[in-house]
């Protein structure tokens, strides 16, 4: 693909008209760290707002950094960008050299003495030449595994020397973070830190006001439906009290005002119909609820005519557009968990849905943005996964369509870095579509980078955070960043959870229950 220009109003737009005042506060510096994780306040428990960094974590470390070679993005004005920028990401293997942006306090980093400012250019006698993320990944995973050693090469002021960094000894299973006990106790802590964040049932506001924190308390939900029967139940009722009376509650974002539309309740219903639909699955499938049914309903009548589905209703949005295949996945995947729970979906709104689908793919099953002039035949693994996932649970095994689409899945399973908007997203969905696919394509997900990846996300709480990709350090915004950790720890587990050794989440995978 030739690079192109483009004038594309970004999320960032969304993220100055939508964030919480108290979200939207700076944090401060000691000289020593800034407050954990970016730029926030104590307590603010969102992002920092339109310059709010994204930046590499450095797993256990304790440390985030930027790419010591990129201009670092200055304050913005606007969500307005002008971005150039060619088909080809080139190759997903970190910034040759780290500059130090933000140290956790107490972390073993920081404990080691290591400063903001200086520049990680190798790790245990690796230089980073060839990319930092595997390297480093690997000396982590060694190091818990091993002796709770790693020495650092940086440089300060100019000048090379080495530090020597203390970790937690795990044992022998810490190099394989994806399987056995590991697996477990990271998906453990993060469900026990997203716990200890949970507020009035839900989660503080961020991107989407209201309707994100509907977004990012469904999401925590379905993590805590990873854990044992019972162990977070109480989470669980008031997340799911919580998502019902906010999702009726009138969102004034919704009528932001202008000629675009900002209704984006669309998001909070899909998310609820597969929360509460596996929610209900879980406490053994009886006859679907009220709420269960007005959800279902809401979703059908919210179809446009054309078969796809738009942020919410009301027209067009800032963007100019309506339908988003990524969107018309979650719908699909919401509709058929709730019909698996006993629900009545419309079979006219289900074939319509997937028409559309099929209207936006290429000849690979590959699930395009949407049918508009340049939306079509561009797939990614996100739309694909998900759009595959509900065609399983709504009956359509045999249809060609979902053929081409698994055959399409199966090949590019790992390949999260060809999605859009939000990488954590593509990571989830592609996750749950390794867990229905089965042992193979855990391997290749995990192979992929993403195990890789799941290790540089830990952070010394528990969280598991975000990190910038081609498209994010391009446009100078990520989605991911923007939503905040609640986001993608809840994100993360849900895909630990189901890549587990016993299967969860009957509905969302398809499984037989």
Not at 88 to 99: E, F, I, Q
Not at 227 to 232: F, I, L, V
Not at 339 to 346: A, E, F, I, P, S
Not at 485 to 497: D, G, K, N, Q, R
Request: charged share 20%; hydrophobic share 40%; glycine share 16%.
């Amino acid at each position: 693909m030739t690079s192109f220009v483009r004038s594309i109003l970004v999320l960032g737009l969304v993220v100055a008209a939508f964030l919480t005042p108290a979200a939207a506060q700076k944090g401060k510096s000691d000289g020593k760290h800034e407050r954990w994780p970016f730029g926030l306040e104590a307590g603010s428990g969102g992002p920092g707002g339109l310059d709010a960094r994204d930046l590499f974590n450095l797993g256990v470390l304790g440390a985030k950094a930027w790419d010591a070679e990129r201009p670092e993005p200055g304050p913005r004005a606007s969500g307005t960008r002008t971005v150039e920028r060619s088909g080809d990401a080139g190759p997903d293997v970190g910034p040759k050299r780290l500059v130090v942006r933000a140290l956790f306090g107490g972390g073993p980093a920081q404990k080691a003495g290591l400063r903001l400012g200086d520049v990680l250019v190798g790790v245990d006698g690796q230089s980073f030449a060839e990319g930092s993320f595997a390297p480093l990944a690997k000396a982590l995973q060694r190091a818990e595994a091993v002796d709770g050693k790693l020495v650092l090469q940086i440089e300060r002021d100019g000048k090379p020397q080495d530090l020597a960094i203390k970790l937690k000894k795990l044992g022998a299973h810490a190099e394989a973070p994806t399987t056995g006990k590991l697996r477990q106790q990271l998906l453990d802590e993060a469900l026990d830190w997203l716990a200890a964040r949970q507020q009035g049932g839900g989660f503080p506001e961020t991107l989407g006001g209201s309707n994100g924190a509907v977004v990012q308390t469904c999401l925590a939900g379905l993590a805590w439906l990873g854990a044992p029967k019972g162990k977070y139940k109480s989470q669980l009722d008031s997340a799911a009290a919580f998502v019902l009376r906010t999702l009726v509650a009138p969102n004034p974002l919704a009528a932001a005002g202008g000629d675009a539309n900002w209704d984006q309740t669309t998001w909070g219903y899909a998310h609820a119909a597969i929360f509460l639909g596996e929610l209900h699955l879980a406490g053994g499938g009886r006859k679907p609820s009220a709420d269960l049914q007005r959800i279902a309903d809401t979703l059908c009548t919210r179809q446009e005519l054309t078969g796809g589905y738009g942020h919410g209703p009301g027209g067009k949005n800032a963007l100019g557009y309506i339908e988003l295949n990524i969107l018309a996945a979650y719908v699909a995947c919401g509709l058929s968990v709730l019909q698996q729970c006993g629900c009545k979906v419309d079979g006219a709104v289900v074939d319509k849905l997937f028409g559309y689908s099929e209207q936006s793919a290429g000849g690979d099953g590959g699930v395009g943005y949407a049918t508009g002039e340049g939306q079509k035949g561009h797939g990614n693994i996100g739309r694909t996964a998900g759009t595959w996932l509900a065609a399983l649970g709504l009956g359509r095994a045999d249809h060609p369509f979902t053929a081409k689409m698994g055959d399409y899945v199966k090949a590019h399973i790992a390949d999260t870095q060809g999605g859009h908007a939000s990488l954590q997203q593509h990571v989830l969905l592609a996750g749950l579509a390794a867990s229905a696919l089965g042992k193979d394509a855990v391997t290749a997900f995990w192979n992929g980078g993403h195990a890789r990846d799941l290790t540089l996300a830990r952070a010394v709480d528990g969280s598991l955070q975000s990190r910038p990709w081609h498209e994010s350090l391009s446009m100078q915004s990520n989605t991911d960043v923007s939503c905040g950790e609640v986001w993608t720890t809840a994100s993360w587990a849900i895909v630990l959870a189901a890549l587990g050794d016993k299967p969860v989440y009957p509905g969302w995978c398809a499984r037989k229950r």
